[in-house]
């Protein structure tokens, strides 16, 4: 079947020549990646050593991850707005960078000097003073700047200590009145599966495009092991940088209706102001000329503090 017939198929149209229909949208795209498997080395410490205990029952923050199969679609960038729309809402908000690419410092202009969790993490050393002032009163922990070698060594080690986040976390001694947003690399990773096992609610980042409606299924498979919890997260598709001037963009939209059924998506619209907040270093939602994309990260930061007062 060629890439047009299969994108027909996506948008619910009939497709003669493809028995299969809707299911097409299962081969558009190849697998996602994986880590290696390699042993960490001995000589890193264990994880376990100078952590606090996690305790279940105590009341903690309420935490929410940004997830998503491919790249680009607005994680980081979301996850700047949602701090400083839930901070002017009147909540404590950490934003918590996992992507090794370190781009929350940029979002919210912290030196590239500021110690980060990547290389404090391969020290076993704790997150408080890792903190750096946010917008308008928000804090931050950025990744940092980290090599490959790094990199790759706390990944492997973190395949090893499925615990290291909860403890991280736990170890700020944050109250039930904080919410913790965490920003996460693209794909299936460790980093992925350790903001997953501790998440209150998953905020699926998406696009309207046939990238993003294709990687639902795999998607789906990589969260299932972590929905089956004594108490699973609440998920919330968001599609992100929605642009209703394009026609394609709103079939899209209802392509992922179709797919998602009873689950509708949430939309962020597209908004230049945000954009170029990235620019300046700026608060994104500090311009005046915010329109729907502000009423949109408004409602879903009302949203998020529904589903903090209900944990």
Same mark, same amino acid.
């Given at each position: 079947m060629s890439f047009t017939d299969g994108l027909l198929a996506l948008l619910g149209k009939d497709v003669s020549r493809d028995a299969r229909g809707l299911n097409a949208r299962l081969h558009f795209f190849g697998s996602i990646p994986v880590d290696d498997g390699?042993?960490?080395?001995?000589?890193?410490?264990?994880?376990?050593?100078?952590?606090?205990? !996690?305790?279940?029952a105590e009341r903690r923050p309420? !935490?929410?991850?940004? !997830?998503?199969?491919?790249?680009?679609?607005?994680?980081?960038?979301?996850?700047?707005?949602?701090?400083?729309?839930?901070?002017?809402?009147?909540?404590?908000?950490?934003?918590?960078?996992?992507?090794?690419?370190?781009?929350l410092r940029l979002h919210f202009g912290v030196s590239r000097a500021s110690p980060g969790i990547g290389r404090a993490s391969l020290r076993n050393a704790r997150w408080e003073t890792l903190q750096q002032p946010g917008f308008v009163g928000s804090r931050v922990i950025t990744f940092g700047d980290t090599d490959i070698r790094q990199q790759d060594d706390l990944q492997r080690w973190l395949k090893?200590?499925?615990?290291?986040l909860a403890q991280r976390l736990a170890a700020l001694e944050l109250s039930a009145r904080d919410t913790v947003i965490i920003d996460t690399p693209a794909g299936n990773n460790v980093y992925f599966h350790q903001a997953l096992s501790v998440a209150d609610v998953v905020l699926v980042i998406t696009q309207a495009d046939a990238a993003s409606l294709g990687t639902l299924d795999q998607l789906d498979a990589l969260m299932a092991p972590h929905l089956e919890r004594e108490r699973p997260p609440h998920v919330h598709f968001?599609?992100?940088?929605?642009?209703?001037?394009?026609?394609?963009?709103?079939?899209?939209?209802?392509a992922f209706r179709q797919r998602l059924g009873t689950k509708e998506p949430l939309e962020v619209h597209h908004d230049l102001a945000i954009s170029e907040a990235l620019a300046f270093g700026t608060d994104p939602l500090d311009s005046q000329a915010l329109s729907l994309a502000g009423d949109d990260i408004d409602a879903l930061c009302r949203?998020?503090?529904a589903r903090r007062k209900q944990l």
């Open positions: 390699t042993p960490f080395p001995a000589q890193t410490p264990s994880a376990n050593e100078h952590c606090l205990p !996690v305790d279940k309420c !935490v929410v991850a940004l !997830v998503s199969v491919n790249g680009g679609v607005g994680r980081s960038t979301l996850a700047t707005a949602l701090s400083s729309g839930l901070q002017r809402l009147g909540e404590s908000v950490v934003a918590v960078d996992l992507d090794p690419q370190d781009a090893h200590e499925p615990q290291w968001v599609i992100n940088q929605l642009d209703e001037d394009n026609a394609f963009s709103l079939d899209m939209v209802e949203l998020l503090i």
